[in-house]
């Protein structure tokens, strides 16, 4: 049931018209040859797929689920033959090193690529997901014999990847992690304990899996700087490379649970696992922090691709469902009803999700595109520009638009009305798979505490004022022009309010460091609304330039951008206020007494 | 897996503290002889049979489904034998007339009964809630003979009731059901057509169940004004009142759906069903609507209860859960991380729950009381007054209530983590039980309709300016006492903001109606708030009154009020706002631009 089209017009609208990154990409030598069409071209391919392949699987794998037996997890019908089929078409590859088989396309066309595959199947998506994140971990921190025994297999999407935190006791807190590393004679560790949720730990969709895991070595000091990150391959890689003995790390059991049903979320008991060290002794936290960020942004992706497939669907319900008359007289008196987008609750439903998705999109491949400038721009200064913009908004890719997605996959099915909680529409479905990703990758607390306290208040705010500055330099350039000042107004006076309520925490906080654990759920939603207005007044600009081309999508823009003015940045007077409540109310009573 | 107990302190609080119901009562002669220990009783007695019987069957009930053969639905395990159990209790009978078989007791100790069957299970609950319903309809509009042969079987629980409203056409819209009834020589009707999303509509709980169905007489008007309820019983009564012909109206299947899996969902075809009239013909909506808003205050009963088990579970876990240390240094430091209650933001979401669940109890209690004063004061000026208020305040109920639900449920489930997520914890199963609430029984928007369409604008204001004097009456006599200032300032503040926005709105929508449906869902929130700031302030008095005594409770009640001050009534900023921003962004986008 449902559908789903490549939303390609909006796509490419954020990509040449808003980032106009075929200029962008021309100061990276590595995608200097890439243009416009060649991006076009390979989304438009990768949405037939989404649409055609993995789409259709989505339903099923909701139903079916995974099944567990003795060890052995099987995916639900059809997933490792859509597996295969994005194997051979080389996706896995898309933005991949050259040097280990990859396509090296930019970052952002793969961002682009994977908000598709999460519309169309986020459960079936996290098996590829994982495996790019274990790329990427590997890629930064591998040894080169790691890495020429293992990247070209990942890349190739012959095996997949996992990562390996959780353990039953320890999820946010790293720290009190149990599991132990012996050494081997052969430089090899001998690892033991138990890990879970471990996504797409086990399933049949690959020749091996190679998981990333986090372990203590015997003189480790205790807490966060103990830790060790390891390679443990489920088969260890013969002398020709080809999965060879099986490794002790099975699966013990899986999760049943709320949603993404299809993915397989393991427990895993490693008993003296061979794995070999990834990086420095101890270090492992930060090396397993590439693949962390990685996959925060990728979660950002989720978000993003269930908001994306949930409003095309409500929408399509909205036009065609009749019921009731418009409160201002009929609108289709020759039927029995009108349809209910002639209701202006349904419209602000609607166009909720419209105005969060089209600005998180934008966000999502704007931050897409720093990662690129950040990984290969000729100039050092732009490079570190680009990182400090990355990492102090990753915490908002992750948190922002995770809520932002929950709220619309909700609204998305309250447009079905009473439908809308029947499995067979499916909407109920978006709503399920959407809720795990507001915990997993670090809670959208743990991603709040992030920004505010190591982002914002950790650099005094430098990495904050870099935005800051771009939106300034924005409303500068706009704020002369008349017909800008309905969004220019408004983002200066959000911009200057984010910038007061950094100072007044960071002067309460210096006092007593639960102020910013009391304010920061609070100030993740008002800089996340300060992102969302600068891409609004962004793309309003362009819709202004263009509305006289005839296209009406230009007027869709507008109207949109408006109603995100009026309606959903007023959510940051509540935040504010809250925000500025403090710490007190919170911490006044007593545990027992709650 | 988890816990439910009764909360009877905070039950009590609320009824002799608060309400002082053995007061009230006394002026009800039908229940001026109910003292105090005598609700208490009942309401532990209750509290019990709920934790013990109904409880342990909530998470299999969810797991194991309805299940559908042939035309016969078996509820899950063990559903059949709780019913039995309350059956034989007299559960049923409680707030029933005695001319019928019941006990009499009045309302509100009926409605505290169904927030803890709630708690324990609103799936299960949703089987004797709705032939509660039943049973409030036939009592009011059911001839003598009807009462006679159906009530004493209601009420004693022997047989249960629906309501057949929904089509597949139609849910909201009633206007256009189809469903037709044709005259038999006999004074009975033969009716036919499709009912879907009927709840409890076929079981094995019961050795009958009584449809009360709408369709439409051959000459009937054309919408809502040509529609007439009648009874269909399952099987009809024979001479001696016992199930005799199997009639023409039987379960086509049972839908699958996102919650509430034990309460079977059904689609019932009518095929020539004999069915009797009650009431007027073409009154039948009248009619329905006793049953339609008893159940909307029994929603908002559903909401309160699943917020009270969630946050019961929630507040074990986050006592119970090391994870980090907090902030401000170790609190637990012979433990290997503190209790996650430690930390700020797992505070302000336990205290978002608690917060609407004590002034939802205040509220919905209170309402009930209303209802009991409504039905049986001596005094008819006092009557109105009260019907006025339940009028008003039942959307209220349903939609601030359930709407509370599940951002409460949603915390619960936040507050666990990773393991919030997996159904083996049972708090997944809150949030998507907690859905429905929002849909059924009338949308969420159409309950904001209903408040500021029908119930404020439609009388201009004037049953709002009843619940406005209860507010201003204790501005005054609390405004000038010190302790109070932090309580009544705001209360005041959101009442005069109510009072103008509602005027502006007003003045609005008399020149556009879609004024009033954009401003609608915003609306509701800000008077629902004005309604707990209301209790809250009241709540505190007393506890500033009593926290002299020695019991922690009431330091717990002072410190909730001012968390809800400090962090949750400021939602009022963004909605008030959002209310005043009018129609015009939601309006002017053309159907196909979406």
Chains 1, 2 share one sequence.
């Not at 996706?91 to 090193?97: E, H, V």
């Not at 996992?162 to 149990?178: A, F, K, N, V, Y």
Request: charged residues 20%; proline residues 5%.
């Amino acid at each position: 049931m449902g559908q789903y089209t490549a939303p390609l017009r909006d796509m490419q609208f954020v990509l040449h018209e808003l980032l106009d990154v075929e200029n962008e990409l021309k100061a990276l030598p590595r995608h200097a040859d890439i243009d416009a069409d060649t991006i076009n071209q390979v989304l438009k391919e990768a949405g037939k797929f989404c649409s055609e392949v993995v789409f259709p699987l989505n339903q099923v794998g909701d139903q079916e689920g995974c099944r567990y037996h003795d060890g052995v997890v099987k995916a639900p019908t059809g997933f490792k033959e859509a597996y295969q089929q994005y194997v051979d078409a080389g996706w896995p590859a898309l933005a991949c090193d050259p040097d280990h088989g990859g396509q090296g396309l930019p970052v952002l066309v793969n961002n682009a690529l994977y908000e598709m595959l999460n519309s169309a199947n986020q459960a079936w998506t996290m098996y590829p997901g994982l495996s790019h994140g274990a790329y990427e971990c590997l890629h930064a921190h591998g040894t080169p014999a790691q890495k020429a025994v293992y990247l070209p297999k990942i890349v190739s999407g012959e095996w997949t990847g996992t990562m390996c935190l959780t353990e039953p006791h320890c999820g946010t807190d790293l720290g009190i992690l149990r599991s132990k590393a012996e050494p081997n004679d052969d430089g090899s560790y001998a690892i033991t304990g138990t890990k879970i949720f471990i996504s797409a730990g086990e399933h049949d969709l690959a020749a091996n899996i190679i998981h990333l895991v986090l372990a203590r070595l015997p003189d480790a000091p205790p807490g966060t700087k103990g830790i060790s990150l390891f390679i443990v391959p489920k088969f260890i890689p013969d002398e020709h490379g080809a999965p060879g003995q099986r490794n002790g790390i099975r699966c013990g059991s899986i999760e049943h649970k709320m949603g993404i049903h299809g993915n397989a979320t393991c427990v895993m008991n490693l008993d003296g696992a061979r794995g070999w060290l990834v990086g420095e002794p101890n270090k492992g936290l930060n090396a397993m922090f590439v693949m962390m960020n990685a996959a925060r942004l990728g979660v950002g992706m989720q978000g993003l691709g269930l908001t994306e497939v949930a409003y095309q669907n409500s929408l399509a319900y909205a036009k065609d469902r009749l019921q009731m008359r418009s409160l201002t007289g009929p609108k289709a008196p020759d039927k029995p009803a009108d349809p209910i987008i002639v209701h202006p609750d349904v419209r602000r439903m609607l166009l909720t999700q419209k105005a969060y998705l089209e600005a998180g999109r934008a966000f999502s491949y704007w931050t897409a595109l720093q990662i690129d400038r950040e990984l290969s721009h000729t100039d050092e200064s732009v490079r570190k520009e680009a990182a400090d913009l990355v990492a102090l908004l990753t915490p908002v890719i992750k948190a922002f638009l995770t809520d932002n997605a929950f709220t619309s996959t909700n609204l998305a099915m309250q447009v079905y009305g009473g439908h809308g909680y029947i499995a067979e529409w499916g909407m109920e479905q978006y709503v399920r798979d959407a809720r795990i990703n507001m915990i997993y990758e670090g809670t959208n607390t743990i991603q709040s505490l992030d920004l505010l306290g190591r982002k914002v208040l950790g650099d005094m705010g430098a990495k904050l004022k870099k935005f800051g500055k771009m939106v300034q330099d924005f409303v500068e350039q706009e704020g002369v022009k008349e017909e800008m000042q309905e969004f220019v107004n408004p983002l200066a006076d959000i911009g200057d309010k984010v910038q007061k309520l950094t100072m007044e925490i960071g002067m309460k906080a210096m006092g007593n460091q639960d102020e910013a654990g009391a304010a920061a759920v609070d100030y993740l939603r008002v800089v996340g609304h300060l992102v969302f207005a600068y891409f609004w007044a962004r793309m309003a600009r362009i819709a202004l330039d263009k509305q006289g081309s005839g296209d009406p999508f230009y007027t869709s823009k507008l109207a949109t951008a408006r109603f995100y003015f009026a309606k959903l940045l007023p959510e940051t007077a509540y935040h504010i206020r809250a925000a500025r409540a403090g710490s007190k109310t919170l911490m006044d009573l007593e545990a027992d007494l709650f």
